[in-house]
């Protein structure tokens, strides 16, 4: 063999040594993944438009928008009570350009009474939580109710509006209904309970209380409506003088979360550049 080949040969080995590195160790060609994103964030928000979840992700994207250097586009997609956004989340590439929201009644309540296209243990990349939602039981600002005198001494057949944002479509399950459910096992409620869209219908007077979220804040600082108690498990800073369900004797607690996810599979280079950035 003379040296001509002897160098041929070598050169062949070595270009298939490293072809074959590259290959079997893909991370480690591309570890750094320096380029990402190279185009726009899209991130599915699983409710609609002026909400309290629609809000907070769109304050998230243009923070994140800042370290990426590409827009973060959000795109409202509700429905299923919460499933619809996660569910389209779930069947994208996994490549970090799609992201959505993921509430807690989306991970945990659902799953237990809907069959849903996507695996929560499965299906999902989690990039973080940055919350809870703040849920809140409310009355008409001129009904003569306090959590001490009557949330313990409640009268039959008393209607609870459920906001549908929190629950599913099937919403006796939703955790925002964990106090009236309480109440029809003793035998204080009866189960006459409805949903609806609007929390006018309590001030007009349809329904006697609220159990829905944050959302409720704008309407009680405007007067028309008048908190009586929370869900969660000490005293909101955003409304201090509110009592928590297990203040007045209730052994009663809903804290739900929110955070982004991905779909199963995002490289870990990328999900620690997303997690940084929101």
């Not at 973080?128 to 306090?146: E, F, K, N, P, W």
């Not at 609870?160 to 629950?167: C, D, F, G, K, P």
């Not at 001030?203 to 829905?212: D, N, P, Q, R």
């Not at 979360?257 to 620690?272: D, F, S």
Request: with cysteine; charged share 20%.
């Amino acid at each position: 063999m003379n040296l001509q080949n002897t160098k041929t040969l070598n050169v062949f080995w070595v270009t298939f040594a490293l072809l074959t590195l590259v290959f079997i160790y893909p991370p480690i060609a591309g570890a750094q993944d320096t380029d990402f994103p190279t185009k726009p964030i899209k991130l599915i928000v699983a409710f609609a438009p002026g909400g309290s979840t629609d809000l907070t992700s769109r304050a998230l994207a243009k923070g994140a928008e800042k370290y990426l250097g590409k827009p973060v586009v959000v795109e409202n997609r509700p429905g299923g009570g919460g499933t619809l956004g996660p569910t389209l989340v779930s069947k994208e590439k996994p490549d970090g350009y799609t992201l959505g929201t993921l509430a807690g009644g989306a991970a945990t309540w659902s799953p237990l009474i809907l069959e849903l296209a996507y695996d929560v243990k499965k299906d999902f990349t989690y990039i973080m939580q940055y919350g809870t939602y703040l849920m809140i039981v409310s009355a008409r600002s001129d009904a003569l109710l306090t959590p001490q005198r009557n949330l313990l001494n409640i009268p039959a057949r008393i209607q609870i509006l459920v906001s549908v944002r929190l629950a599913t479509t099937r919403f006796p399950m939703s955790p925002s209904l964990s106090w009236p459910r309480r109440l029809v096992y003793s035998g204080k409620l009866s189960d006459s309970m409805a949903p609806f869209r609007r929390l006018q219908h309590c001030w007009v007077g349809h329904v006697s209380f609220i159990a829905a979220t944050q959302e409720q804040i704008a309407y009680i600082k405007a007067g028309r409506i008048k908190p009586l108690v929370t869900y969660c498990e000490s005293r909101s800073t955003a409304l201090p003088d509110v009592p928590t369900w297990r203040e007045v004797g209730y052994d009663v607690g809903a804290e739900s979360a929110l955070g982004i996810v991905g779909p199963a599979g995002i490289p870990k280079a990328r999900v620690e550049k997303l997690v940084y950035a929101f």
